[in-house]
C-alpha cells in the first residue's frame, strides 16, 4: 500500500504562483510513475503532469505546458507541482496520483491507469 498527502494548496490572484507538494509514504519503492490530477464539480478528472520517477521523464497536459513543472525528491518520496501564471480556468481540487508497476503508457494521465490518490488540495486563481 502507499499513502499520498497532498499539500500548499490556497487562493492566489492570476499571475500568480503556487507550489503544490506530494509526499508519498508505504511500498514507494512500487510506484514509480507519479502525476497530479485536477477536478472540477461536474467535470471529469483531467491529468495536469506526470513524472516516471526512475529517470525523470515528464509529461504535461497542453493547457499547462511552460507554466507547470512537476518534479521530484527521490530523498523525501515527496513529488512537487510549480505553479506560475496561473489563471483562473485553472480553479480545481488537485490529486496526487501514484500507479503500481507494471502499468502501461503512464504518460497518457488517464486517472484509471492510477492505484492510489491523495485526498485532494484545493486551488482557487481569482481574476
Known amino acids: 500500500q502507499v499513502q499520498l498527502a497532498e499539500s500548499g494548496g490556497g487562493s492566489v490572484q492570476a499571475g500568480g504562483s503556487l507550489r503544490l507538494s506530494c509526499a508519498a509514504s508505504g511500498h514507494t519503492y512500487s510506484t514509480v510513475p507519479m502525476a497530479w490530477f485536477r477536478q472540477v464539480p461536474g467535470r471529469e478528472r483531467e491529468g495536469v503532469a506526470g513524472i516516471y520517477t526512475y529517470g525523470g521523464s515528464t509529461v504535461y497536459h497542453a493547457s499547462v505546458k511552460g507554466r507547470f513543472t512537476i518534479s521530484q525528491d527521490n530523498a523525501d518520496n515527496t513529488v512537487y507541482l510549480q505553479m506560475n501564471d496561473l489563471k483562473p480556468e485553472d480553479t480545481a481540487t488537485y490529486y496526487c496520483?501514484?500507479?503500481?508497476?507494471?502499468?502501461?503508457?503512464?504518460?497518457?494521465?488517464?486517472?484509471?491507469?492510477?492505484?492510489?490518490w491523495g485526498q485532494g488540495t484545493q486551488v482557487t486563481v481569482s481574476s
Open positions: 496520483a501514484a500507479a503500481n508497476l507494471p502499468v502501461e503508457e503512464w504518460f497518457l494521465l488517464e486517472p484509471g491507469r492510477y492505484d492510489y
